[in-house]
Structure formats: structure tokens, C-alpha cells
T-cell receptor
Framework: GQSLEQPSEVTAVEGAIVQINCTYQ??????LSWYQQHDGGAPTFLSY????GLEETGRFSSFLSRSDSYGYLLLQELQMKDSASYFC?????????????FGAGTRLFVKA | ETGVTQTPRHLVMGMTNKKSLKCEQH?????MYWYKQSAKKPLELMFV???????ENNSVPSRFSPECPNSSHLFLHLHTLQPEDSALYLC?????????????FGPGTRLTVL
């Protein structure tokens, strides 16, 4: 079967750096995405990695290691508004096309 | 503000009621999705539509009935639901179904079944 693991909760201090890990066991892996969801809000796309390495977008970076079936989201200079849930999602490719499977999400609490 | 809207935002219904959830996307996408989000569980894909044609149905009970009259509108008709169906129901759209395209989500309908 397909599975994704990410921590259920992470707490960090404003201004700090936090890393949210995602490990996966899948067949047909194609890429890894990250989404952010604030309480009561819609999940919004943050990043996508199809190749190994680090992708940087402002304060957020995402990393992928296909050989280790592992990725992470790195948030720098944390702000209170970063308190939200973060979901990793794997994109799988099979004969029928592509399919996206989401993790259970990591709830990030940013403290002053 | 996303280009995907959902109504109502909150819904409380009894097990014998019939109600419908509505989703509308203003992004010119060809694919629309229904997801169920329960606390501390992964998003569960329920249905996928591509150009008004259903392309995926993930073993969803028949008490959930989707309808896609055109590529901009998606409905989820609900009848004789169970308390365990209480969850956040999210609609999403993408340019092409079952692709690597980014999915854009609506804010969801918080459903409570009494």
C-alpha cells in the first residue's frame, strides 16, 4: 500500500527555523508537494519537488531525496501567522495517469 | 482569496435530511475534486471529474452523490448520512485531472450530522 508519515505536531518560537519531515512508502513516485492550511481556511499550495535537492521560495524551502523516500519543508524566520497545518502530498504515476495522496498533516504552533 | 468557492460554509443536518454542497471555480480549470477531511487523518479523495465526466470514484458510499453540470460547478448531494460522515468537505480544481497540476482548494463546508 501507499503511506506517508509526518509528525502530528511541531512547536517552535517566533523567529526560529523549523523543519517538517515527510517520509513515504509508495510505488510509482513522481513528485512531492507541500500545502499549508490555516484553521477554517483552504489548503494552499506551497511547493513542488520532482527532482532531488532544495527548492527555495522566500522564507520557505522544500527538500527531496528520492533515494531515501524523504522530504522536508523548512520554514525560516518563523512568524506567528505561520501557525497552521502543513500537508505533504506525493504524486504517483501509473498507467492511468497521475494521482495525489496527502499525508495527515503537521500542526505547527508558533509561540512568541 | 482563492478562485474556488464553496457554499454553505457550515451545515448541520439530521440523518434523514437531504442537502447539497456546492462548489464553483473561477479559474478556467477542467478538473474538479471532492475531498473529505477528518481530524488528524489524511485528506480522502472522494470523486474526480474531468470536463464534467466522472473519472474516479474511490469506493464512496452511495449516500454521497456527486453532480458536475459543467466544468465550473460541482455539487455533492447528501442523503441519509451517518454521524461518522461529519467532517470538512473540500472542493478543489486543477487545470487537468489526474496530472501534476497544482490543485486549488476551496475553504470547505463543515458538515455536522446529528
Amino acid at each position: 500500500g501507499q503511506s506517508l508519515e509526518q509528525p502530528s505536531e511541531v512547536t517552535a518560537v517566533e523567529g526560529a527555523i523549523v523543519q517538517i519531515n515527510c517520509t513515504y512508502q509508495t510505488s510509482g513516485f513522481y513528485g512531492l508537494s507541500w500545502y499549508q492550511q490555516h484553521d477554517g481556511g483552504a489548503p494552499t499550495f506551497l511547493s513542488y519537488n520532482a527532482l532531488d535537492g532544495l527548492e527555495e521560495t522566500g522564507r520557505f524551502s522544500s527538500f527531496l531525496s528520492r533515494s531515501d523516500s524523504y522530504g522536508y519543508l523548512l520554514l525560516q524566520e518563523l512568524q506567528m501567522k505561520d501557525s497552521a497545518s502543513y500537508f505533504c502530498a506525493v504524486i504517483l504515476r501509473n498507467t492511468g495517469g497521475f494521482k495525489t495522496i496527502f499525508g495527515a498533516g503537521t500542526r505547527l504552533f508558533v509561540k512568541a | 482569496e482563492t478562485g474556488v468557492t464553496q457554499t454553505p460554509r457550515h451545515l448541520v443536518m439530521g440523518m434523514t435530511n437531504k442537502k447539497s454542497l456546492k462548489c464553483e471555480q473561477h479559474l478556467g480549470h477542467n478538473a474538479m475534486y471532492w475531498y473529505k477531511q477528518s481530524a488528524k487523518k489524511p485528506l480522502e479523495l472522494m470523486f474526480v471529474y474531468s470536463l464534467e465526466e466522472r473519472v474516479e470514484n474511490n469506493s464512496v458510499p452511495s449516500r454521497f452523490s456527486p453532480e458536475c453540470p459543467n466544468s465550473s460547478h460541482l455539487f455533492l448531494h447528501l442523503h441519509t448520512l451517518q454521524p461518522e460522515d461529519s467532517a470538512l468537505y473540500l472542493c478543489a480544481s486543477s487545470l487537468i485531472a489526474e496530472s501534476t497540476d497544482t490543485q486549488y482548494f476551496g475553504p470547505g463546508t463543515r458538515l455536522t450530522v446529528l
